[in-house]
């Protein structure tokens, strides 16, 4: 079973920017799609992007043009380029893939204020 790290986290302020990293311990290059999830205090796990084999993405509404999707599979590691960050976008962020199918790693905390 391929095991997920992520790292990049911190704290921010708003309008600023961070790059999250997601190192799997096995090989993702089968994987279909993988992507990034967060959690924020007292609310369910959401979607946030995901990205295919080929490299096609998705956003959800709440960070599209804001956050970038990439992957690197000679790495297998996944990132997440995060600007113009804004305090509802605290959480703590996990990837997986796409539908998340692997155990859920640790996660990232994420906290955007000033």
């Known amino acids: 079973q391929v095991q997920l790290v992520e790292s990049g986290g911190g704290l921010v302020q708003p309008g600023g920017s961070l790059r999250l990293s997601c190192a799997a311990s096995g090989s993702i290059r089968s994987t279909n799609a993988m992507g990034w999830y967060r959690q924020a205090p007292g609310k369910q796990r959401e979607w946030v992007a995901y990205i295919t084999s080929g490299g096609r993405t998705n956003y959800a509404d709440s960070v599209k043009g804001r956050f970038t999707i990439s992957r690197d599979n000679a790495k297998n590691t996944v990132y997440l380029q995060m600007a113009s960050l804004k305090p509802e976008d605290t959480a703590v962020y996990y990837c997986?893939?796409?539908?998340?199918?692997?155990?859920w790693g640790q996660g990232t905390q994420v906290t955007v204020s000033s």
């Open positions: 997986n893939t796409y539908l998340p199918r692997l155990d």
